[in-house]
């Protein structure tokens, strides 16, 4: 035998044990398992049939659909059976008070996945319970748009870790009773994937998956009617492809091609690549960019109703595989085109949705130190019905768009442009005696629209402060901070922090020298997690330790409060100070009112709340909430005394 055909036969068996290795272990379901899984498919069966006839009228593949629903059933660990068990039993199990979230991206945190198992004691000390990975499946270095440009959804990056890896941490993590989240990138795949990859070279069952065109008559009434999402640095919904003599949809970025749900081959996979991710041991799934999943020509191919019909069918799906799993919406939208994405009480599609407009609002209220505007945006969320649960947070790993309630504004004599152009310069440290730092992001000329980045403590001073070492200036900055925070904690819903907005960690200004990310202003808010600032979490006189240790503070609060539940009554009180926030939550009897002051003066909440005397929470005095003075940038949580 030659030293050649041995190499080879080498080769081949370790791909076979690699193989082997990766495939789950599928063992004979016990009679129990059986029952449990004919139960739930049995109530889903007639609807998700319906429904799934409706959109493809495709019985074969209807029929594929379930028999590897079962197979995915077969395939789950009997830990995350039993958790799923547990969780049926008490399906509002993720509106509870102690819930509090992380984001990160997993080099930036700790290096890898084992990095982030290592970190998992911070996680817990800092009272977080549900950590969200950014994006960690497999993508190409330099056309990844941040990881949601996915080439391959049963793959991890190789420098963040493996499978395995992931499988590890989710089981660490249940020991601690931290739930994980994930991206779950449904609208397109990279053009490295396989399907691409088999498109590009003319395969006509992988074109097909997508939305190919050989000239541009379609693609042109196509742009008539669909937004631009981004019109500075990726102009259009179409590219050329000169080696394929195509066009092919691209609604984010050319590397980004967007997926044909009409081909129910698409559909089908895509839920495979679900269930199997969730069989990884995932909790929450964050389904990526969901209003743009259906195109339609003639319609602005966002928030068509077929979306809805593939959100609940997964919703379905889910709740016959794995219930334990959460579905978190990416509606990046006003709050009526946001609410559909709930669904109905009888035929719920996501369990949880971004409370976006309210976070621009917020940044707003800084930086006009008005609360007008963001209370009438809460009085709208706070009218829904409590099933519905927003996750609430300052920032995240994106920009931040000016996405406010114009219509409104207008009546006050605020223009638009004008008022887009004052938060702009505002937020970078240009106006309205502003001690903010950070950069644009998607600036257009033309229009004179663009979005900022920046971390939460750089926006509230911190970064300015410490440059010009103004211990004055740091404190009111700091205060600022702790203020927001403890804002979106008296919110309804669930917060959540950015890894670093812990230990007041400022902007990055690094990745200007890294020319994979120089162009994409949004790394400023993406630097490493500053593990030495962390090490100074408990000690007080430092900046990081004064921050870190009142949230701490904070989040104890919130856990020991039962008027914090999510399902708590939730409403605005009017103050009669422009820039002094009230708002009240009632939960089984409790009730904590919260006042928080914008504005970098003192002020008087004219509340006159006459029920009886108030506790304030983190000083222990006893306040009567009638006029009640609040230093600047000042706040109370104020319980009733029973």
Request: aromatic share 12%; net charge negative.
């Amino acid at each position: 035998m030659s030293k050649k055909k041995s190499r080879n036969r080498s080769k081949n068996k370790s791909a076979a044990v690699a193989e082997k290795k990766q495939a789950p272990q599928v063992r004979k379901l016990s009679v129990d398992e059986e029952a449990c899984y004919s139960r739930r498919f049995g109530r889903h069966f007639d609807e998700l049939k319906w429904l799934y006839m409706e959109l493809y009228d495709n019985s074969s593949m209807f029929a594929e659909l379930c028999d590897n629903l079962h197979r995915f059933y077969e395939e789950r660990d009997l830990d995350l059976k039993e958790q799923d068990a547990e969780r049926e039993k008490h399906p509002g199990w993720y509106k509870t008070n102690d819930m509090l979230g992380m984001m990160f991206y997993i080099d930036n945190f700790a290096g890898n996945m084992k990095g982030v198992e290592s970190k998992l004691d911070y996680i817990e000390k800092s009272n977080v319970n549900y950590i969200h990975l950014m994006p960690f499946l497999d993508t190409v270095e330099g056309r990844s748009d941040g990881g949601y440009a996915v080439a391959d959804f049963r793959k991890v990056q190789e420098k963040l870790g493996s499978m395995e890896d992931l499988e590890d941490l989710t089981k660490a993590c249940h020991k601690k009773g931290i739930n994980v989240c994930m991206d779950f990138v449904m609208n397109h795949t990279s053009e490295d994937h396989e399907w691409a990859k088999r498109a590009r070279a003319g395969e006509g069952e992988y074109m097909s998956r997508y939305f190919f065109f050989d000239n541009y008559s379609i693609p042109a009434m196509y742009e008539k009617t669909v937004p631009q999402v981004f019109p500075t640095t990726a102009p259009g919904n179409f590219t050329w492809l000169p080696d394929a003599g195509h066009f092919v949809m691209t609604s984010f970025y050319p590397y980004q091609w967007d997926l044909n749900y009409k081909n129910p081959r698409v559909f089908n996979e895509m839920m495979y690549n679900f269930l199997y991710l969730a069989n990884r041991g995932i909790d929450i799934v964050r389904i990526d960019a969901v209003p743009y999943i259906w195109k339609e020509l003639g319609t602005q191919c966002r928030n068509l109703p077929q979306v809805h019909t593939i959100v609940r069918m997964m919703r379905m799906i889910a709740e016959i595989v794995c219930p334990g799993i959460l579905l978190l919406g990416e509606v990046v939208m006003e709050p009526e085109k946001v609410v559909p994405y709930f669904g109905t009480v009888e035929k719920p599609e996501c369990h949880m949705l971004y409370n976006v407009t309210t976070m621009a609002t917020t940044w707003h209220t800084v930086a006009t130190r008005k609360v007008r505007l963001l209370k009438q945006q809460l009085d709208i969320v706070n009218a829904l019905p409590k099933d519905y649960v927003f996750l609430n947070y300052l920032r995240c790993h994106d920009d931040i768009g000016w996405g406010l309630d114009y219509a409104s504004l207008r009546t006050e004599g605020i223009d638009e442009r004008a008022h887009k152009k004052y938060l702009n310069d505002y937020f970078q440290g240009y106006a309205g005696d502003s001690n903010s730092r950070g950069e644009l992001y998607n600036s257009d000329p033309v229009s004179g629209d663009a979005r900022f980045c920046g971390t939460t403590a750089s926006m509230c001073g911190i970064e300015k402060a410490g440059f010009e070492q103004d211990m004055d200036a740091m404190e009111r900055a700091i205060q600022l901070d702790v203020m927001l925070h403890a804002y979106m904690f008296m919110q309804s819903g669930i917060p959540v922090l950015y890894s670093g907005d812990e230990i007041a960690q400022v902007n990055d200004y690094s990745y200007k020298e890294d020319p994979n990310k120089a162009e994409d202003s949004r790394y400023i808010h993406r630097g490493p997690m500053r593990w030495d600032l962390a090490a100074h979490a408990e000690d007080e006189t430092t900046v990081e330790g004064r921050v870190y240790q009142r949230l701490q503070q904070l989040e104890k609060i919130r856990k020991s409060e039962k008027a914090f539940m999510t399902e708590a009554d939730t409403w605005t009180i009017e103050t009669w100070d422009e820039s002094v926030l009230c708002i009240g939550r009632y939960y089984d009897g409790d009730k904590i009112l919260g006042l928080f002051n914008f504005s970098e003066h003192d002020k008087t909440a004219w509340i006159n709340e006459t029920d009886g005397e108030y506790i304030e929470l983190l000083s222990g005095r006893v306040l009567q909430p009638i006029g009640v003075n609040i230093p600047a940038y000042g706040f109370y949580y104020m319980k009733k005394i029973n």
